[in-house]
Protein backbone atom coordinates (compact mmCIF):
# COMPACT_ATOMS: atom_id res chain seq x y z
CA UNK A 1 0.00 0.00 0.00
CA UNK A 2 2.51 2.24 1.02
CA UNK A 3 4.49 1.88 -2.41
CA UNK A 4 1.46 2.41 -3.99
CA UNK A 5 1.94 6.25 -2.67
CA UNK A 6 4.23 7.83 -5.08
CA UNK A 7 2.07 6.11 -8.23
CA UNK A 8 -1.20 7.56 -7.06
CA UNK A 9 0.28 11.41 -6.61
CA UNK A 10 1.72 11.04 -10.13
CA UNK A 11 -1.73 9.61 -11.37
CA UNK A 12 -3.52 12.85 -9.34
CA UNK A 13 -1.04 15.43 -10.95
CA UNK A 14 -1.45 13.75 -14.61
CA UNK A 15 -5.28 14.25 -14.01
CA UNK A 16 -4.84 17.75 -13.06
CA UNK A 17 -2.99 18.46 -15.41
CA UNK A 18 -5.49 16.84 -17.77
CA UNK A 19 -8.37 18.92 -16.54
CA UNK A 20 -6.34 22.24 -16.71
CA UNK A 21 -5.10 21.13 -20.59
CA UNK A 22 -8.89 20.64 -21.24
CA UNK A 23 -10.10 24.41 -19.49
CA UNK A 24 -7.46 26.58 -21.09
CA UNK A 25 -8.19 29.32 -24.30
CA UNK A 26 -5.35 29.84 -25.87
CA UNK A 27 -5.01 26.03 -27.01
CA UNK A 28 -0.91 26.14 -26.50
CA UNK A 29 -0.42 24.17 -23.55
CA UNK A 30 -0.51 20.50 -24.19
CA UNK A 31 -2.45 17.51 -22.59
CA UNK A 32 -0.63 14.31 -20.82
CA UNK A 33 -1.82 12.64 -24.45
CA UNK A 34 -0.14 15.09 -26.60
CA UNK A 35 3.03 14.65 -24.41
CA UNK A 36 3.39 11.14 -24.78
CA UNK A 37 2.42 11.58 -28.59
CA UNK A 38 5.42 14.27 -28.99
CA UNK A 39 7.83 11.24 -26.78
CA UNK A 40 6.72 8.43 -29.27
CA UNK A 41 7.77 11.27 -31.96
CA UNK A 42 10.98 12.40 -30.95
CA UNK A 43 11.37 8.73 -30.57
CA UNK A 44 10.74 7.86 -34.10
CA UNK A 45 13.13 10.91 -35.30
CA UNK A 46 15.69 9.59 -33.72
CA UNK A 47 16.14 12.81 -31.58
CA UNK A 48 15.07 11.20 -28.30
CA UNK A 49 18.25 8.96 -27.57
CA UNK A 50 20.13 11.46 -29.36
CA UNK A 51 19.37 14.20 -27.09
CA UNK A 52 19.45 12.36 -23.84
CA UNK A 53 22.87 10.43 -25.03
CA UNK A 54 24.34 14.08 -25.59
CA UNK A 55 22.99 15.72 -22.24
CA UNK A 56 24.66 12.81 -20.11
CA UNK A 57 28.04 12.85 -22.10
CA UNK A 58 28.36 16.18 -20.84
CA UNK A 59 27.28 15.59 -17.45
CA UNK A 60 29.70 12.77 -16.89
CA UNK A 61 32.71 14.48 -18.80
CA UNK A 62 31.53 17.93 -16.48
CA UNK A 63 30.86 15.88 -13.08
CA UNK A 64 33.71 13.28 -13.65
CA UNK A 65 36.89 15.81 -13.95
CA UNK A 66 34.87 17.47 -10.98
CA UNK A 67 35.05 14.44 -8.80
CA UNK A 68 38.54 13.59 -9.24
CA UNK A 69 40.14 17.17 -8.95
CA UNK A 70 37.79 18.48 -6.20
CA UNK A 71 37.97 15.58 -3.50
CA UNK A 72 41.48 15.33 -3.40
CA UNK A 73 41.97 19.15 -3.35
CA UNK A 74 39.30 19.49 -0.86
CA UNK A 75 40.95 16.79 1.53
CA UNK A 76 44.41 18.32 0.63
CA UNK A 77 43.14 21.91 2.17
CA UNK A 78 40.81 20.11 5.10
CA UNK A 79 43.90 18.43 6.09
CA UNK A 80 46.67 21.34 5.92
CA UNK A 81 45.18 23.73 8.06
CA UNK A 82 46.97 26.40 6.26
CA UNK A 83 45.49 25.89 2.62
CA UNK A 84 42.39 25.78 4.31
CA UNK A 85 42.77 29.40 5.47
CA UNK A 86 44.22 30.78 2.46
CA UNK A 87 41.70 29.28 0.28
CA UNK A 88 38.66 29.10 1.82
CA UNK A 89 37.22 32.94 1.46
CA UNK A 90 38.23 32.36 -2.37
CA UNK A 91 35.83 29.61 -2.45
CA UNK A 92 33.28 31.30 -0.43
CA UNK A 93 33.07 34.16 -2.68
CA UNK A 94 32.65 31.57 -5.99
CA UNK A 95 29.93 29.64 -4.63
CA UNK A 96 27.29 32.05 -4.63
CA UNK A 97 27.67 32.72 -8.46
CA UNK A 98 25.32 30.60 -10.09
CA UNK A 99 26.90 28.71 -12.59
CA UNK A 100 24.30 30.29 -15.57
CA UNK A 101 25.90 33.77 -14.91
CA UNK A 102 29.94 31.84 -16.03
CA UNK A 103 27.81 30.80 -19.25
CA UNK A 104 29.03 34.45 -21.57
CA UNK A 105 32.56 33.37 -19.58
CA UNK A 106 31.97 30.03 -21.02
CA UNK A 107 31.50 30.80 -24.34
CA UNK A 108 33.99 33.44 -24.23
CA UNK A 109 36.79 30.46 -23.63
CA UNK A 110 35.64 27.47 -25.50
CA UNK A 111 32.79 28.80 -28.06
CA UNK A 112 29.70 27.47 -28.47
CA UNK A 113 29.79 23.59 -28.56
CA UNK A 114 30.21 20.76 -25.64
CA UNK A 115 33.43 21.95 -23.88
CA UNK A 116 31.80 25.56 -22.87
CA UNK A 117 28.76 23.17 -21.35
CA UNK A 118 30.95 20.72 -19.90
CA UNK A 119 33.47 23.82 -18.35
CA UNK A 120 29.92 25.21 -16.26
CA UNK A 121 28.85 21.44 -15.27
CA UNK A 122 31.86 21.04 -13.97
CA UNK A 123 32.15 24.85 -12.11
CA UNK A 124 28.81 23.97 -11.00
CA UNK A 125 29.89 19.88 -8.90
CA UNK A 126 33.58 21.51 -8.10
CA UNK A 127 32.65 24.35 -5.51
CA UNK A 128 30.25 22.39 -3.47
CA UNK A 129 32.03 18.87 -3.70
CA UNK A 130 35.19 20.55 -2.53
CA UNK A 131 33.97 22.90 0.06
CA UNK A 132 32.35 19.51 0.98
CA UNK A 133 35.68 17.29 1.50
CA UNK A 134 37.25 19.95 3.20
CA UNK A 135 34.40 20.07 5.64
CA UNK A 136 34.50 15.68 5.74
CA UNK A 137 37.97 16.51 6.42
CA UNK A 138 37.18 18.39 10.02
CA UNK A 139 34.57 15.98 10.69
CA UNK A 140 36.49 12.84 11.35
CA UNK A 141 36.76 11.64 14.71
CA UNK A 142 39.78 13.11 16.65
CA UNK A 143 40.18 9.12 18.30
CA UNK A 144 40.40 7.91 14.56
CA UNK A 145 42.87 10.21 13.53
CA UNK A 146 44.93 9.47 16.50
CA UNK A 147 44.65 5.49 16.60
CA UNK A 148 46.11 5.73 13.08
CA UNK A 149 49.36 7.87 14.20
CA UNK A 150 50.01 5.54 17.12
CA UNK A 151 50.08 2.96 14.86
CA UNK A 152 52.75 4.56 12.86
CA UNK A 153 50.99 5.68 9.60
CA UNK A 154 53.02 8.16 7.49
CA UNK A 155 50.76 11.21 6.09
CA UNK A 156 49.99 9.63 2.69
CA UNK A 157 48.73 6.44 4.29
CA UNK A 158 46.53 8.45 6.90
CA UNK A 159 45.06 10.45 4.36
CA UNK A 160 44.16 7.22 2.27
CA UNK A 161 43.86 4.79 5.34
CA UNK A 162 41.87 6.86 7.23
CA UNK A 163 40.93 10.18 6.70
CA UNK A 164 39.40 9.11 2.98
CA UNK A 165 37.22 6.38 4.40
CA UNK A 166 35.99 8.57 7.50
CA UNK A 167 34.99 11.30 5.28
CA UNK A 168 33.75 8.89 2.59
CA UNK A 169 29.32 8.80 4.12
CA UNK A 170 29.98 12.59 3.67
CA UNK A 171 31.50 12.53 0.57
CA UNK A 172 28.80 10.32 -0.81
CA UNK A 173 26.17 12.91 0.17
CA UNK A 174 28.14 15.45 -1.10
CA UNK A 175 28.07 13.37 -4.46
CA UNK A 176 24.28 13.01 -4.61
CA UNK A 177 23.52 16.55 -4.05
CA UNK A 178 26.08 18.12 -6.72
CA UNK A 179 25.33 15.12 -9.45
CA UNK A 180 22.00 16.75 -9.46
CA UNK A 181 22.90 20.25 -9.44
CA UNK A 182 24.74 19.02 -12.41
CA UNK A 183 21.95 17.76 -14.39
CA UNK A 184 20.01 20.76 -13.43
CA UNK A 185 22.70 23.22 -14.85
CA UNK A 186 23.37 21.25 -18.12
CA UNK A 187 19.92 21.66 -19.02
CA UNK A 188 20.27 25.31 -18.69
CA UNK A 189 23.96 25.65 -20.53
CA UNK A 190 21.92 23.84 -23.58
CA UNK A 191 19.80 26.61 -24.00
CA UNK A 192 22.32 28.37 -24.60
CA UNK A 193 25.80 27.24 -25.64
CA UNK A 194 25.14 23.95 -27.77
CA UNK A 195 22.73 22.93 -30.65
CA UNK A 196 21.80 19.24 -29.02
CA UNK A 197 20.61 17.48 -25.73
CA UNK A 198 17.88 17.85 -23.69
CA UNK A 199 17.43 21.75 -22.65
CA UNK A 200 18.28 22.45 -26.89
CA UNK A 201 15.03 20.27 -27.37
CA UNK A 202 12.94 22.44 -25.10
CA UNK A 203 14.59 25.94 -26.46
CA UNK A 204 14.48 25.06 -29.89
CA UNK A 205 10.39 23.89 -29.73
CA UNK A 206 9.25 26.76 -28.81
CA UNK A 207 11.41 28.26 -31.01
CA UNK A 208 10.22 26.06 -34.48
CA UNK A 209 6.84 26.94 -34.12
CA UNK A 210 5.67 26.53 -30.38
CA UNK A 211 5.72 22.67 -30.23
CA UNK A 212 4.76 22.72 -26.59
CA UNK A 213 4.04 19.31 -26.58
CA UNK A 214 7.87 18.49 -27.30
CA UNK A 215 8.72 21.28 -24.71
CA UNK A 216 6.70 19.48 -22.15
CA UNK A 217 8.34 16.01 -23.36
CA UNK A 218 11.56 17.73 -22.63
CA UNK A 219 10.81 18.38 -19.49
CA UNK A 220 9.38 15.03 -18.52
CA UNK A 221 12.69 13.29 -19.56
CA UNK A 222 14.54 16.04 -17.39
CA UNK A 223 12.73 15.00 -14.75
CA UNK A 224 13.04 10.73 -15.09
CA UNK A 225 16.57 10.68 -15.77
CA UNK A 226 17.33 13.36 -12.47
CA UNK A 227 15.35 10.47 -10.90
CA UNK A 228 17.45 7.59 -12.33
CA UNK A 229 20.72 9.07 -10.90
CA UNK A 230 19.38 10.40 -7.93
CA UNK A 231 18.51 6.49 -7.34
CA UNK A 232 21.56 5.08 -8.95
CA UNK A 233 24.35 7.16 -6.62
CA UNK A 234 21.87 6.09 -3.47
CA UNK A 235 22.98 2.69 -3.96
CA UNK A 236 26.16 3.97 -2.99
CA UNK A 237 24.89 4.69 0.50
CA UNK A 238 23.90 1.06 0.88
CA UNK A 239 27.51 -0.24 0.71
CA UNK A 240 27.95 -2.41 3.97
CA UNK A 241 31.71 -0.41 4.83
CA UNK A 242 29.61 2.86 4.84
CA UNK A 243 26.97 1.87 6.67
CA UNK A 244 27.93 3.10 9.86
CA UNK A 245 27.88 7.08 8.63
CA UNK A 246 24.32 6.87 8.20
CA UNK A 247 22.98 6.05 11.66
CA UNK A 248 22.18 2.41 10.29
CA UNK B 1 65.19 -14.41 43.49
CA UNK B 2 68.72 -12.72 43.04
CA UNK B 3 71.93 -13.63 44.91
CA UNK B 4 71.73 -14.36 48.33
CA UNK B 5 67.61 -14.04 48.85
CA UNK B 6 68.00 -10.20 47.65
CA UNK B 7 64.92 -9.67 44.87
CA UNK B 8 66.51 -8.12 42.01
CA UNK B 9 63.71 -4.93 40.82
CA UNK B 10 62.75 -5.53 37.77
CA UNK B 11 63.92 -2.48 35.27
CA UNK B 12 61.81 0.66 34.56
CA UNK B 13 59.87 0.80 31.31
CA UNK B 14 58.41 4.24 31.43
CA UNK B 15 59.63 6.93 33.59
CA UNK B 16 57.79 10.02 34.44
CA UNK B 17 59.91 12.69 35.64
CA UNK B 18 58.84 16.04 37.44
CA UNK B 19 55.55 16.62 34.40
CA UNK B 20 53.69 19.40 34.94
CA UNK B 21 50.98 20.58 32.12
CA UNK B 22 49.06 23.49 32.05
CA UNK B 23 46.58 24.83 29.44
CA UNK B 24 46.40 28.10 28.16
CA UNK B 25 43.46 29.93 28.74
CA UNK B 26 41.83 33.25 27.93
CA UNK B 27 42.99 34.19 31.72
CA UNK B 28 45.24 32.83 33.75
CA UNK B 29 46.48 29.21 32.14
CA UNK B 30 44.52 26.37 33.72
CA UNK B 31 47.31 24.65 35.45
CA UNK B 32 46.27 20.27 35.33
CA UNK B 33 49.35 18.26 36.65
CA UNK B 34 51.71 19.41 38.62
CA UNK B 35 54.97 17.70 39.03
CA UNK B 36 54.36 14.24 38.68
CA UNK B 37 57.05 11.62 39.28
CA UNK B 38 56.24 7.86 38.69
CA UNK B 39 58.15 4.62 37.61
CA UNK B 40 56.33 1.90 36.00
CA UNK B 41 58.82 -1.45 36.05
CA UNK B 42 58.08 -3.75 32.78
CA UNK B 43 55.68 -5.89 32.87
CA UNK B 44 53.45 -3.73 35.55
CA UNK B 45 50.31 -3.11 35.56
CA UNK B 46 49.36 0.16 36.63
CA UNK B 47 46.36 1.97 37.14
CA UNK B 48 45.91 5.69 37.37
CA UNK B 49 43.10 6.52 39.38
CA UNK B 50 41.78 9.46 40.07
CA UNK B 51 37.73 11.76 39.82
CA UNK B 52 36.58 12.82 36.47
CA UNK B 53 38.13 15.64 35.19
CA UNK B 54 41.14 15.73 37.16
CA UNK B 55 43.89 15.32 34.46
CA UNK B 56 44.66 11.57 34.51
CA UNK B 57 44.08 11.36 30.81
CA UNK B 58 46.23 14.20 30.08
CA UNK B 59 48.76 12.10 31.66
CA UNK B 60 48.20 8.84 29.87
CA UNK B 61 48.43 11.61 26.70
CA UNK B 62 51.76 12.97 27.45
CA UNK B 63 53.29 9.43 27.94
CA UNK B 64 51.32 8.01 25.11
CA UNK B 65 52.89 10.81 22.96
CA UNK B 66 50.28 12.80 21.86
CA UNK B 67 50.42 15.79 24.09
CA UNK B 68 53.69 18.04 24.96
CA UNK B 69 54.17 18.11 29.17
CA UNK B 70 54.94 21.87 29.43
CA UNK B 71 57.42 21.01 31.74
CA UNK B 72 59.45 17.47 32.35
CA UNK B 73 60.11 14.44 30.71
CA UNK B 74 58.71 10.67 30.09
CA UNK B 75 61.51 8.62 29.20
CA UNK B 76 60.65 4.62 27.91
CA UNK B 77 63.28 2.17 28.06
CA UNK B 78 65.33 5.65 28.98
CA UNK B 79 64.30 6.90 25.49
CA UNK B 80 62.41 10.34 25.44
CA UNK B 81 59.10 10.16 24.27
CA UNK B 82 58.44 12.57 21.34
CA UNK B 83 55.34 11.36 19.97
CA UNK B 84 53.17 8.68 19.38
CA UNK B 85 55.40 5.02 18.76
CA UNK B 86 53.67 1.61 17.48
CA UNK B 87 55.97 0.17 20.69
CA UNK B 88 53.06 1.51 22.26
CA UNK B 89 49.18 1.24 21.73
CA UNK B 90 46.50 3.45 23.36
CA UNK B 91 43.29 1.70 23.38
CA UNK B 92 40.42 4.41 23.85
CA UNK B 93 36.98 3.71 24.93
CA UNK B 94 34.89 2.02 21.90
CA UNK B 95 35.46 4.56 19.84
CA UNK B 96 38.55 3.88 18.49
CA UNK B 97 37.66 0.67 16.09
CA UNK B 98 36.98 1.80 12.49
CA UNK B 99 33.86 1.43 11.30
CA UNK B 100 34.58 0.84 7.74
CA UNK B 101 36.54 -1.52 8.16
CA UNK B 102 35.70 -5.47 9.49
CA UNK B 103 36.92 -7.13 12.66
CA UNK B 104 39.77 -8.50 10.13
CA UNK B 105 40.51 -5.29 9.08
CA UNK B 106 40.63 -3.76 11.88
CA UNK B 107 42.74 -6.28 13.15
CA UNK B 108 44.96 -6.13 10.47
CA UNK B 109 45.31 -2.13 10.16
CA UNK B 110 48.88 -1.75 12.27
CA UNK B 111 50.15 -4.86 10.63
CA UNK B 112 50.79 -3.18 6.66
CA UNK B 113 54.52 -3.79 7.15
CA UNK B 114 54.47 -7.76 7.47
CA UNK B 115 54.32 -10.36 4.81
CA UNK B 116 50.96 -11.16 3.62
CA UNK B 117 51.09 -14.92 5.81
CA UNK B 118 52.48 -13.32 9.05
CA UNK B 119 49.57 -10.62 8.91
CA UNK B 120 47.06 -13.55 8.25
CA UNK B 121 48.63 -15.48 11.09
CA UNK B 122 48.61 -12.56 13.23
CA UNK B 123 45.01 -11.72 12.25
CA UNK B 124 43.76 -15.32 13.52
CA UNK B 125 46.05 -15.45 16.75
CA UNK B 126 44.68 -12.58 18.17
CA UNK B 127 40.80 -12.77 17.08
CA UNK B 128 41.07 -15.75 18.92
CA UNK B 129 42.68 -14.65 21.64
CA UNK B 130 40.06 -11.84 22.31
CA UNK B 131 36.86 -14.48 21.54
CA UNK B 132 35.95 -13.05 18.32
CA UNK B 133 35.93 -16.13 16.41
CA UNK B 134 33.35 -16.32 13.77
CA UNK B 135 32.99 -12.32 13.47
CA UNK B 136 36.39 -11.78 11.32
CA UNK B 137 34.20 -10.41 8.63
CA UNK B 138 31.27 -8.34 10.42
CA UNK B 139 31.53 -4.52 10.39
CA UNK B 140 32.13 -2.83 13.96
CA UNK B 141 28.34 -1.20 13.75
CA UNK B 142 27.30 -5.29 14.31
CA UNK B 143 29.18 -5.89 17.58
CA UNK B 144 28.01 -5.30 20.81
CA UNK B 145 30.15 -2.14 22.95
CA UNK B 146 32.43 -5.63 25.02
CA UNK B 147 32.86 -7.07 21.55
CA UNK B 148 33.99 -3.25 19.71
CA UNK B 149 36.29 -3.55 23.16
CA UNK B 150 37.56 -6.93 22.23
CA UNK B 151 38.30 -5.72 18.61
CA UNK B 152 40.50 -3.08 20.16
CA UNK B 153 42.82 -4.39 22.21
CA UNK B 154 43.14 -6.91 19.87
CA UNK B 155 44.08 -4.23 17.22
CA UNK B 156 46.66 -2.93 20.02
CA UNK B 157 47.99 -6.73 20.80
CA UNK B 158 48.47 -7.65 16.78
CA UNK B 159 51.43 -4.77 16.08
CA UNK B 160 53.21 -6.79 19.64
CA UNK B 161 53.54 -3.27 21.18
CA UNK B 162 55.45 -3.67 24.67
CA UNK B 163 53.33 -1.26 26.34
CA UNK B 164 49.67 -0.32 26.35
CA UNK B 165 48.11 2.71 27.15
CA UNK B 166 44.09 2.05 27.95
CA UNK B 167 42.01 5.25 28.71
CA UNK B 168 38.91 4.25 30.79
CA UNK B 169 38.36 1.93 28.13
CA UNK B 170 35.62 -0.40 29.88
CA UNK B 171 34.09 3.28 30.87
CA UNK B 172 30.91 2.92 28.20
CA UNK B 173 30.10 -0.81 28.94
CA UNK B 174 27.34 -2.24 31.45
CA UNK B 175 28.88 -3.41 34.37
CA UNK B 176 27.98 -6.75 33.90
CA UNK B 177 30.26 -6.70 30.57
CA UNK B 178 32.66 -4.56 32.56
CA UNK B 179 32.97 -7.38 34.84
CA UNK B 180 33.62 -9.66 32.08
CA UNK B 181 35.82 -7.55 30.11
CA UNK B 182 38.27 -7.20 33.12
CA UNK B 183 39.04 -11.05 33.81
CA UNK B 184 39.13 -10.94 30.06
CA UNK B 185 41.87 -8.37 30.55
CA UNK B 186 43.68 -10.24 32.54
CA UNK B 187 43.43 -13.76 31.14
CA UNK B 188 44.97 -11.60 28.15
CA UNK B 189 47.74 -10.50 30.16
CA UNK B 190 49.01 -13.83 31.24
CA UNK B 191 48.93 -14.82 27.24
CA UNK B 192 50.77 -11.70 26.37
CA UNK B 193 53.42 -10.30 29.33
CA UNK B 194 53.02 -5.96 28.58
CA UNK B 195 53.64 -3.08 30.93
CA UNK B 196 49.98 -1.72 30.98
CA UNK B 197 49.40 2.01 32.51
CA UNK B 198 45.39 2.14 32.76
CA UNK B 199 43.18 5.17 33.63
CA UNK B 200 39.82 4.95 35.56
CA UNK B 201 38.06 6.29 38.11
CA UNK B 202 36.11 3.50 38.89
CA UNK B 203 37.71 2.54 42.67
CA UNK B 204 36.81 -1.52 42.09
CA UNK B 205 38.54 -1.58 38.51
CA UNK B 206 41.29 -0.51 40.16
CA UNK B 207 42.17 -2.67 42.88
CA UNK B 208 41.02 -5.61 40.73
CA UNK B 209 43.13 -5.35 38.12
CA UNK B 210 46.05 -3.20 38.84
CA UNK B 211 49.96 -4.32 40.87
CA UNK B 212 50.10 -0.61 41.82
CA UNK B 213 47.42 2.04 42.22
CA UNK B 214 48.38 5.75 41.73
CA UNK B 215 45.79 7.98 43.43
CA UNK B 216 45.37 11.51 41.80
CA UNK B 217 43.72 14.55 43.85
CA UNK B 218 41.45 16.75 42.32
CA UNK B 219 42.56 19.75 39.72
CA UNK B 220 45.63 20.53 39.23
CA UNK B 221 46.21 16.59 39.69
CA UNK B 222 49.19 15.44 41.48
CA UNK B 223 49.78 11.88 43.20
CA UNK B 224 48.03 11.83 46.41
CA UNK B 225 49.43 7.94 46.88
CA UNK B 226 50.61 5.31 45.41
CA UNK B 227 48.90 1.61 46.80
CA UNK B 228 50.35 -1.57 46.15
CA UNK B 229 47.90 -4.27 45.39
CA UNK B 230 50.15 -7.33 46.28
CA UNK B 231 47.03 -9.49 46.33
CA UNK B 232 47.23 -12.55 43.39
CA UNK B 233 45.17 -13.42 40.42
CA UNK B 234 42.33 -14.22 40.91
CA UNK B 235 41.32 -12.15 43.72
CA UNK B 236 38.77 -13.06 45.54
CA UNK B 237 36.59 -9.57 45.56
CA UNK B 238 34.92 -10.40 48.75
CA UNK B 239 38.06 -11.31 50.60
CA UNK B 240 39.12 -8.90 53.63
CA UNK B 241 42.02 -7.81 52.22
CA UNK B 242 39.81 -7.04 48.70
CA UNK B 243 37.37 -4.87 50.95
CA UNK B 244 40.49 -2.80 53.10
CA UNK B 245 42.19 -2.11 50.22
CA UNK B 246 39.10 -0.91 48.48
CA UNK B 247 38.29 1.21 51.81
CA UNK B 248 42.01 2.83 51.93
CA UNK B 249 41.19 4.32 48.27
CA UNK B 250 37.55 5.33 48.92
CA UNK B 251 39.63 7.18 51.99
CA UNK B 252 42.13 8.57 50.18
CA UNK B 253 39.84 9.32 47.28
CA UNK B 254 38.00 11.29 49.56
CA UNK B 255 34.25 9.60 49.36
CA UNK B 256 32.54 8.31 52.48
CA UNK B 257 31.92 4.37 53.23
CA UNK B 258 28.13 4.78 53.31
CA UNK B 259 25.33 5.95 51.12
Redesign the interface.
Known amino acids: MKRLLPFSAVAALVAVWFLAAHRQTSGLFPDPAQVLLGLVELFRRGLLAKYVVASLYRVSWGYLLAVVTAIPIGLLLGWYRRGEQALNPLLQLLRPISPLAWIPIGILWFGVGDMAAIFLIFLASFLPLTVASMNAVRNV?P??L??G????LSNR?LLT??IL??S?PQLIVALRISLGVAWLVVVAAEMIAVNSGLGFLIVDARNAGNRYDLVVAGMVMIGLIGLVLDVSIRQLEKM??????YG? | MGVRGVTVPAPSKVVIQAVSMRFPTDGPPTEVLTSIDLDVKDGEFVCILGPSGCGKSTLLNIV?G?LKATSGNVLIDGQPVT????RR??V?QE??V????TVEGNVA??L?RLSTAERAERIAHYVKLVGLSGFENA???ELSGGMKQRLEVARALA?NPDVLFLDEPFGALDSITRLVMRSELLRIRRAEKKTILFVTHDIDESVQLADRVVVMSTRPAAIRRIVDIEMPHPRDLSSPRYIELRDLLLEEIGLAHKI
Not at chain 1, 149 to 152: C, E, I, L, T, V
Not at chain 2, 83 to 86: A, F, K, Q, T
Not at chain 2, 98 to 101: G, I, K, R, S, T
Open positions: PTLRARNFGRGVPALKALKWGA | GFGPDPIFFRGFPWLFGFYPQV
